[in-house]
């Protein structure tokens, strides 16, 4: 058994990959703006997904957000490209991870105290209970651990950091 350790980063880069990089990706498409240029200009939904609570205050016109609510919009949208590709890529994947990590926390606060998940059961789940498929606490749980494996032990073989004899 001891033998298949060094597989393991592998393997959980291998399971980001086929249950979380489309997740990402395609939540990252509906946050970009219009044309060949909508990378630099996210759509109005970006900043009612990332930042609910403050674009209903100002009747969800972005433009009444102050540089740095565009700034934070703009870096979370580029994230959901960015990191995602890193790790998988196995490219500064102890950096990426650890940014996607914080990136789930963030993306899992909102969802519970922007959008009001946390009044809701079934959204918030329960730990320790009969149900597997509470979105926040069992679901981003297994998110995190995987990320946690990378963190720790690094892109593994076969990636990047590997070739590129990244620590």
């Not at 298949?4 to 393997?11: D, I, M, Y």
């Not at 630099?40 to 969800?60: C, H, K, T, V, W």
Request: charged letters at 10%; hydrophobic letters at 55%.
């Amino acid at each position: 058994m001891e033998a298949l350790l060094p597989l393991l980063p592998l393997l959980a880069r291998g399971v980001f990959a086929t249950s979380l990089l489309i997740y990402f990706w395609t939540a990252g498409v509906t946050k970009l703006g219009p044309g060949v240029f909508g990378f630099l200009s996210p759509a109005p939904g970006a900043y009612i997904q990332i930042l609910p609570r403050a674009m209903e205050l100002i009747n969800y016109d972005p433009d009444q957000l102050n540089t740095w609510h565009h700034i934070l919009v703009l870096f979370g949208t580029w994230a959901e490209f960015v990191l995602p590709a890193l790790i998988v890529l196995g490219l500064a994947t102890r950096v990426a991870a650890l940014g996607m990590i914080g990136f789930i926390t963030i993306q899992s606060l909102t969802d519970l105290y922007g959008h009001g998940g946390i009044t809701q059961p079934a959204t918030l789940g329960a730990w320790f209970d009969k149900l597997p498929d509470g979105l926040i606490l069992d679901q981003r749980a297994f998110w995190i651990f995987t990320l946690l494996v990378l963190v720790l032990k690094g892109g593994g073989i076969l990636s990047l950091d590997r070739i590129f004899e990244f620590k």
